[in-house]
């Protein structure tokens, strides 16, 4: 049995689902003029179905809703919707994370707040971040290791700009002072 929780700042209007969906509340009102005639409308409960959108420069999709307010319209992610119904977040953070990578599973016990390093992290580690490359400094003298999630992760430990570990291989330098530079996948 799913439970419906208001969506905040959406009171009365909308729910969120714990199945992961949104709905309109049981009697929400609306007004619409028609020929000059303002209407009345009530509404019954119903699910919205929501679109499925590509996220800017990703291959990744969203789920997002339109709602409705004082006469205007905002879209909304999905997964935000749900986690700000169902998921305390008392350290405030920005980001929501789906911890099986799939961002049509919006139940809340698939969601996480987090920040976005933890949320790049996270990608990362599961594959679905394709770009960074893992890289790892070798040093020549002790030869420890030290692995790092991107080239400017590194670049960070080397106390250089976020370029320049990425600058360095891309013209087939692969080292640096005491350390050598590997590329994994």
């Given at each position: ?118 949320n790049q992290i996270h990608a990362f580690r599961t594959g679905l971040n394709k770009h960074c490359k893992r890289v790892e ?49």
């Amino acid at each position: 049995m799913s439970e419906y929780r208001q969506i905040p700042g959406y009171e009365n209007l909308y729910e969120a689902s714990s199945n992961g969906t949104i709905w309109t509340c049981e009697g929400k009102t609306t007004f619409r003029n028609i020929h000059g005639k303002r209407q009345k409308r009530v509404w019954k409960r119903r699910q919205i179905i929501p679109k499925r959108e590509k996220r800017q420069s990703s291959t990744h999709y969203d789920l997002r809703v339109e709602l409705w307010k004082n006469g205007s319209h905002q879209t909304k992610l999905v997964h935000r919707l749900i986690a700000m119904s169902f998921i305390p977040n008392p350290q405030n953070k920005p980001c929501i994370n789906h911890i099986d990578g799939n961002s049509e599973n919006n139940r809340p016990e698939n969601l996480e707040w987090c920040t976005y390093k933890e949320n790049q992290i996270h990608a990362f580690r599961t594959g679905l971040n394709k770009h960074c490359k893992r890289v790892e400094l070798i040093s020549t003298y002790d030869h420890k290791h030290h692995t790092f999630y991107s080239m400017a992760e590194a670049s960070k430990f080397l106390k250089m700009n976020h370029g320049f570990v990425s600058g360095l291989v891309s013209r087939g330098i692969m080292n640096f002072g005491e350390y050598k530079i590997l590329i994994k996948g």
